[in-house]
């Protein structure tokens, strides 16, 4: 099988994933106990009130009836409408799903940028000091708590040192094209706001970066460590090739694979489950937004926030088995 | 030369005349004065029609202007005059007339008047959101009429005590512009009634317009240079206006000066650290506000009138306002202290155990027989707290108390039908409208089952009967007559452990003057009444 044909067909198993998942969280979110109607309108609402509300967001229908009409508004590009922001959904998602994916891409590039190097600098000097001490750095990563993290980030960045803005993504840049600030900035030839960005990012990005950068640290090392015992590495050396060209274009690519899974499996969850580092630093993403819908059961928030993460997870998978094949062409996409 | 000596006279009054209108040029351009307010909750609307939590009513109360105000000058929550410069009300109680204040400008330009008054009350009676609950029961489309421009009336179905009152929660909005914007919708000629529109921008006449308003962080306003109360030097000209969610960062954006005020809805140990930190004030006033433990009246054995007293002479009030609440007032009946209509002869339960295992005995319950199902929310630990308190005083009477913590919204829901709602309920509840109708008639008359209010399902045809005769009288003194009466023989009945009023805590920069607290929802976050003196 081709590249194409393979991208063709990974790109339509998204389609049953997705009805599979809407399916789900739509008889989820409406079986939990709660009237969103009755949360939408104050509690003091009378029956009328609550009646006409739900007449005019379908929610009298019968279930079947409301997915249908669900989905048929989705094909659309019609989220539905939030009984929280008392707005279209996808506006919702449009406004608040590209600060979610800003910070995430930035958590990732970071743990790729620190994880990798520190993980070789382990690797090539095992059992020494500098071994011991990013053993120390990974276990302190994959133990700490993502919001307490942020929450000492702050004091110490923002409050003591006043290096950083404590909370928000900053003023938004002139040009709109992405969303994504940075990226905006740049797109719009204004540095100057892109690094004002930058810093607002800098801190919860770091928090949330941490768990994955911890074990990109050790996946790194045992995998070039695995790598260095080879015969190949041994023949290399042999042949006087310097140390460095061995490291980064022969062990470390082929001690990727493994980091690879682990970095695509984590954009996903951390897309997802930004909302503490969101919290803190008041970051308006859809993790913060999915959250708020299900406290006060806004179904269409809900749902629209579980598919949007339930794509995005599913195309950052099928990236990373793409990506697969540039690192180990002994792969062929079947 | 005369010609020469002229042109320099000319030239040099010219100059003295610029010279002296600079400084008045400077000073009429007013110093931008940037005010940073952090709430805990999203705004989940600016249509103040739609408002129903404080967040949204801060927003209706600073860009729009209700019909009358509360007196915050006074500290009240007694009506004022506002957009309604005065007002009469008819011997029969139905009819109110208002004279609309001349020279209101809404933000679009165009003067306030009486359509705008009438047309308002009628978009909220149709929206059906918001309040229109506390004035759909009175009055009906159409009923508010113009008499003139500048005069309005309405008539109501019967004479309704709290109605007055109730009008401080009718934001008037402009006509003109929503009609202008009107998109398709499910309100016939009137579309969406300007519902998309409001998504963006505001129509109102109050001291602030918005600017900006991304949803879920901030709120942007700036000042209304031609708002009808007018402006004076160090009043504030910018608000930003934040959501931080989190209490940590709250605290540590309000310490470091980088923000001016914070919320009512920290925890009381925040409040505790603030007050030691240098230049932060911390205000504590009495609220109206209720914390008490409902007791469903409807499920056995919390329908037996006698176990309900014992468990109230079993609560140790003064453990909970000290240890846990660390402040407020012990409520004394179901109607805040601070409220005007209070009983003060209202039945006081105070911790004795002698009297409630007494009680309990004259309820025929042996002890170890009764086992209650105590819920609160889990989004308040302080009610688990509570709970604790009450499971381990019970006990000493030998009932026991099984805790359960719930989502608000599962709350809510359980408390529908009488069979689902739980033995004991946890709620803070805040008067709705300045009135003590709020607390009587709101919590204990059964036109109010079904909600998180009444979930002591209480039924005493003798107190719904003085409390609708209360509603219809018009003469105050013996509306207030009735209303303690009723609080009266409400509080005897033990439908709930009335347990505090609670401190209302606000905290903010002490160069922050000019904050008052009246009780009423939302009002005291007026940023036009604050001044900056740093």
Redesign the interface.
């Known amino acids: 099988m081709n590249f194409r044909t393979y991208l063709l067909r990974r790109t339509l198993h998204l389609v049953p994933v997705l009805l599979g998942l809407s399916v789900l969280i739509f008889v989820i979110s409406r079986v939990i106990?709660?009237?969103?109607v009755?949360?939408a309108?104050?509690?003091?609402?009378?029956e009328?009130?609550v009646r006409?509300?739900r007449e005019?967001t379908g929610l009298d229908r019968p279930l079947v009836v409301q997915y249908v009409a669900y989905v048929a508004g989705v094909l659309r590009g019609d989220f539905g409408y939030s009984l929280?922001?008392?707005?279209n959904v996808t506006k919702?998602v449009l406004?608040?799903f590209p600060a979610t994916l800003e910070l995430t891409t930035v958590a990732m590039a970071l743990a790729v940028v620190l994880g990798v190097p520190l993980g070789i600098l382990a690797a090539v000097r095992k059992d020494r000091g500098a071994d011991h001490l990013s053993r120390v750095l990974a276990l302190i990563g994959v133990a700490l708590p993502r919001?307490w993290l942020a929450?000492l980030l702050?004091?110490a960045f923002?409050?003591h040192l006043?290096l950083l803005p404590?909370?928000?993504?900053g003023p938004a840049p002139p040009t709109r094209i992405t969303g994504l600030y940075v990226v905006d900035g740049l797109l719009g030839f204004d540095p100057a706001a892109a690094w004002i960005s930058l810093k607002h990012l800098a801190m919860p990005a770091f928090a949330l970066s941490v768990g994955t950068l911890a074990q990109v640290m050790r996946l790194i090392r045992a995998g070039m460590i695995e790598e260095m015992r080879r015969d190949y590495a041994l023949a290399a050396q042999s042949y006087g090739l310097p140390p460095n060209l061995i490291i980064y274009k022969y062990l470390l690519k082929n001690a990727f694979t493994a980091t690879l899974t682990i970095l695509g499996l984590s954009y996903g969850f951390l897309l997802g489950n930004a909302f503490l580092v969101e919290?803190?630093?008041?970051w308006?993403g859809l993790a913060?937004?999915g959250v708020?819908a299900l406290?006060?059961?806004d179904f269409n928030g809900v749902i629209a926030v579980t598919l949007v993460i339930g794509a995005a997870y599913a195309v950052v998978n099928l990236i990373t088995d793409i990506l697969y094949g540039y690192f180990d062409p002994r792969i062929r996409y079947e | 030369m005369r010609s020469w000596r002229g042109l320099t006279f000319t030239l040099a009054a010219m100059a003295a005349v610029a010279l002296a209108a600079t400084p008045a040029l400077v000073q009429s351009q007013p110093r931008e004065v940037p005010f940073t307010h952090i709430e805990t909750q999203i705004i989940t609307a600016i249509d103040p029609q739609a408002a129903v939590d404080e967040s949204s009513l801060h927003s209706a109360i600073n860009l729009y202007d209700p019909l009358i105000y509360p007196n915050v000058e006074e500290g009240s929550m007694n009506p004022r005059p506002h957009i309604a410069e005065s007002w009469q009300i008819s011997p029969d109680g139905r009819t109110y007339t208002f004279k609309i204040r001349r020279g209101v400008k809404f933000h679009s330009g165009r003067e306030l008047t009486a359509d705008d008054v009438a047309w308002s009350m009628d978009r909220m009676l149709r929206l059906k959101r918001g309040f229109s609950w506390v004035f759909a029961p009175v009055l009906d489309l159409g009923a508010t009429q113009v008499v003139d421009p500048y005069t309005v009336r309405m008539r109501l179905k019967e004479a309704y005590a709290p109605f007055l009152g109730a009008l401080e929660l009718f934001f008037i909005m402009d006509k003109n512009l929503i009609m202008a914007n009107l998109r398709p919708g499910p309100f016939g000629e009137f579309g969406d009634y300007g519902a998309s529109f409001l998504e963006r921008q505001d129509a109102g006449s109050g001291p602030f317009r918005m600017e900006r308003w991304d949803r879920a962080t901030e709120m942007v306003m700036v000042r209304f240079p031609d708002y009808w109360r007018g402006w004076k030097e160090g009043k504030i000209t910018r608000v930003f206006y934040k959501t931080v969610t989190e209490e940590a960062t709250v605290k540590t954006l309000l310490i470091a000066g980088q923000a001016d005020m914070v919320p009512q809805w920290l925890s009381a140990q925040s409040f505790q650290e603030l007050k030691q930190t240098p230049g932060i004030v911390v205000k504590e006033d009495p609220t109206v506000q209720l914390f008490h433990l409902q007791m469903n009246t409807k499920k056995p054995p919390l329908n037996n009138v006698k176990l309900r007293q014992a468990i109230s002479y079993a609560f140790d009030y003064d453990k909970a306002l000290q240890q846990i609440f660390l402040g407020g007032t012990k409520a004394r009946g179901p109607v805040p202290v601070r409220t005007p209509g209070w009983a003060p002869n209202v039945p006081l339960y105070s911790r004795n155990l002698t009297k409630a295992r007494e009680l309990m005995a004259e309820a025929g319950v042996q002890p170890g027989q009764v086992t209650l199902e105590y819920v609160w929310v889990t989004a308040l630990p302080l009610e688990r707290l509570i709970g604790l308190l009450l499971q381990s005083n019970l006990q000493e009477i030998g009932i026991k108390v099984e805790i359960v913590g719930e989502p608000w919204a599962n709350v809510v829901a359980r408390a529908t039908k009488p069979e689902t709602t739980p033995h004991i309920t946890a709620i803070f509840d805040t008067l709705k409208y300045p009135h003590v109708d709020s607390h009587t008639y709101g919590m204990y008359h059964p036109t109010c089952w079904g909600t998180f209010r009444c979930m002591s399902y209480y039924e005493n045809p003798e107190v719904s009967r003085v409390l609708e005769a209360a509603r219809r009288v018009v003469d105050t003194k013996e509306q207030m007559r009735l209303y303690q009466e009723a609080q009266v023989m409400i509080a005897r009945d033990a439908p709930s452990i009335y347990v505090a009023n609670p401190l209302h805590r606000i905290a903010f920069r002490n160069y922050v003057k000019g904050y008052r607290y009246v009780g009423l929802l939302g009002f005291d976050v007026n940023f036009w009444d604050y001044t900056i003196e740093r």
Not at chain 1, 279 to 282: N, Q, R
């Open positions: 106990p709660g009237d969103p009755r949360l309108l104050g509690t003091e609402a009378t009328e009130q006409q509300l005019q929280r922001t008392h707005r919702d406004e608040f919001f929450i702050q004091l923002a409050y006043r404590t909370i928000g993504r919290t803190v630093f008041a308006p913060f937004y708020d406290r006060f059961k």
